[in-house]
């Protein structure tokens, strides 16, 4: 005792005061305002199971701006998650990819680059439904797609070209280039495909090969549909996940808080740049 005393610098009393003293157990942090807003939480917990701590906050607050009421930072949302077994496991890890990607895809205005991918939903009979779509760089809103339960073509593709640049410009010619990158596909890189894509206004990028990440912005919208939506609703057959993929689309647009964009969603940020113009 008088040893350890003499290498903390304290008197050998105070040490041995302390010894026999139970440490406290330290009480939850609690508001009086918490036992309005845990109930709020719970039901967009029970929504959006996939959602985390962040995400959730920004619907809260969404719902409390309606309401005219303050607005919650996200630490109290994280306490409150915490404290009720509400948060997400964490992510321990991924590996490492086999190429590095050091490029950015995001661009700061909107339709300056679009990206393009496909992926596939599995069903519960063993049907597969394949999914092609076409999105934004910057505001992220998905502009179109189109599903199926065979394969991609390249009349496919030149299909999501037009309705994209109809979707976004109201008429068959872009008024300026806009980027069009995608992967190293059959689909995407057919002669067909990018005499097609040139009529309409597209300078089409091409990732190089064996390097997905270099469209990483459509990678990463993959991995969020598939969790958020695909494999949290029923999927017995094709048919009723193609009837499900429009709603899908829509909710990810008018509702998908994004961190890129401040945790709004595609068309919530096209609304707020389109106000400020």
Not at 194 to 204: A, S, V
Not at 230 to 243: C, H, K, L, Q
């Amino acid at each position: 005792m008088k040893m350890i005393a003499q290498t903390l610098g304290i008197s050998r009393s105070h040490l041995s005061q302390r010894m026999k003293e139970t440490p406290k157990a330290r009480s939850n942090y609690q508001m009086t305002s918490d036992a309005e807003v845990l109930p709020q939480i719970r039901t967009l917990v029970d929504q959006r199971p996939t959602y985390g701590y962040r995400r959730i906050g920004a619907l809260l607050n969404r719902l409390r701006k309606s309401s005219g009421l303050p607005v919650f930072n996200h630490k109290k949302v994280y306490r409150l998650m915490k404290q009720n077994n509400l948060l997400l496991t964490r992510h321990t890890g991924k590996p490492m990819p086999e190429r590095i990607h050091e490029g950015k895809v995001i661009t700061l205005r909107s339709n300056s680059r679009w990206c393009s991918d496909g992926f596939e939903i599995r069903c519960w009979n063993q049907e597969v439904v394949r999914v092609t779509f076409v999105l934004d760089t910057c505001d992220r809103e998905v502009i179109a797609w189109e599903a199926t339960t065979g394969g991609f073509t390249g009349e496919t593709i030149r299909n999501l070209m037009l309705m994209s640049v109809e979707q976004r410009f109201g008429q068959y010619q872009t008024p300026h280039p806009v980027q069009w990158l995608t992967d190293n596909g059959s689909a995407y890189t057919a002669k067909e495909t990018m005499e097609f894509g040139k009529q309409l206004g597209l300078i089409l990028c091409f990732t190089p090969v064996r390097s997905p990440q270099s469209n990483g912005m459509a990678e990463a919208f993959v991995k969020t549909f598939k969790r958020d939506y695909a494999y949290i609703n029923d999927r017995p057959d094709a048919t009723t996940v193609i009837g499900c993929l429009n709603d899908w689309f829509n909710d990810y647009n008018e509702n998908h808080p994004h961190k890129g964009l401040k945790l709004k969603s595609p068309r919530e940020f096209i609304r707020e740049v389109a106000a400020a113009l």
